[in-house]
């Protein structure tokens, strides 16, 4: 009892210690300093959205002040007339966006589909030359995308990838693949135990069926992650797609943006609601989904 006693004395005197006053003071200025940091980081989100609310004239004259943080009218009805104003002077505008979906959403299932199959087979299939393939994937993660565009195009139009009708299946093509992701993966999946795929071999599983109904139910994380990642990649992808598409109507939404800037006459109060539905998936995607982000570096054993 007395020992007992002595323990709970003992760890309340060691959590008294742990709150002292420097540390509450030294907690509050981290907070404070994050709270700042985090304003401004969000101060230019918040500006472009506030002024895809106003009028360009309005924009202006408020720019001096306080008030071009705020609408400019409380009327709501008036908030999106920049916005109608946006799809009434650009006739693609609406499909540029549906364009970026459907290749964001190609993009994601394929590169989910042949990257987790690649890293799965670094990961458990020995084969010869598969150390080799695994350095020189990590190797390759090094090299800027950049520098692979003029050679990617000049691949597309050797296989006749270029034509008008096969156009959009030559850019969609070069994304299926990454290293990053690959390597990501195996990494993944060298963390997981091998027993689960012993025992599915023994109750008469194939490589197939195993994959399928017991590895990828466990990576759900790494899945999220490698998914949120091409998203991203996919929806600000600028480019290659300015140099794959020259005709408005197959443009993804950031390659039509230059068309929206550099329009004459320009409206500063149209680009800030086309730049709004530029940043606004990326920032909801992000906010929701940061979770599996960390999840999924943290298992890959990518610190």
């Known amino acids: 009892m007395e020992n007992t006693l002595l323990t709970a004395e003992t760890a309340e005197k060691k959590r008294k210690k742990a709150i002292s006053p420097l540390h509450v003071v030294l907690k509050t200025l981290a907070v404070l300093f994050l709270a700042v940091l985090c304003v401004l980081f969000l101060f230019p989100v918040w500006w472009m959205v506030i002024s895809s ?6 924009i202006y004259a408020q720019m001096d002040s306080w008030q071009t943080f705020l609408p400019g009218t409380w009327n709501v009805a008036d908030w999106f007339v920049s916005y109608q104003k946006l799809f009434s002077s650009f006739e693609y505008f609406g499909q540029s966006i549906l364009n970026s979906i459907v290749y964001c959403s190609v993009t994601i299932a394929a590169v989910l589909l042949i990257n987790s199959f690649a890293g799965y087979a670094l990961a458990r299939l020995e084969f010869p030359g598969s150390r ?4 020189v994937i990590i190797l390759l993660i090094i090299v800027p995308v950049e520098t692979s565009i003029v050679p990617q195009y000049v691949i597309l139009s050797k296989l006749g990838l270029l034509s008008t009708d096969l156009r959009v299946v030559g850019y969609l093509l070069p994304g299926f693949v990454s290293a990053f992701y690959i390597f990501m993966f ?3 999946y060298l963390g997981m135990p091998k027993e689960l795929e012993e025992a599915a071999e023994i109750d008469g599983a194939n490589k197939l069926v195993t994959y399928f109904a017991i590895i990828m139910p466990l ?3 790494i899945f999220a992650t ?3 990642f091409t998203f991203m990649g996919a929806w600000n992808e600028y480019v290659f797609a300015q140099l794959m598409f020259p005709n408005p ?9 230059q068309l929206v800037n550099t329009y004459n006459p320009k409206d500063l109060a149209v680009v800030m609601a086309a730049l709004t539905f530029s940043t606004i998936p990326i920032a909801i995607v992000y906010i929701f989904c940061q979770r599996y982000i960390v999840e999924g570096v943290s298992f890959s054993g990518l610190k």
């Open 132 to 135: 080799t393939l695994t350095t």
């Open 53 to 58: 609310f106003k009028t360009e004239d309005m």
């Open 219 to 221: 990576a759900k994380a």
């Open 226 to 228: 490698v998914a949120i």
């Open 249 to 257: 109507k197959n443009q993804p939404l950031q390659v039509f943006l």
């Open 186 to 188: 195996r990494q993944f």
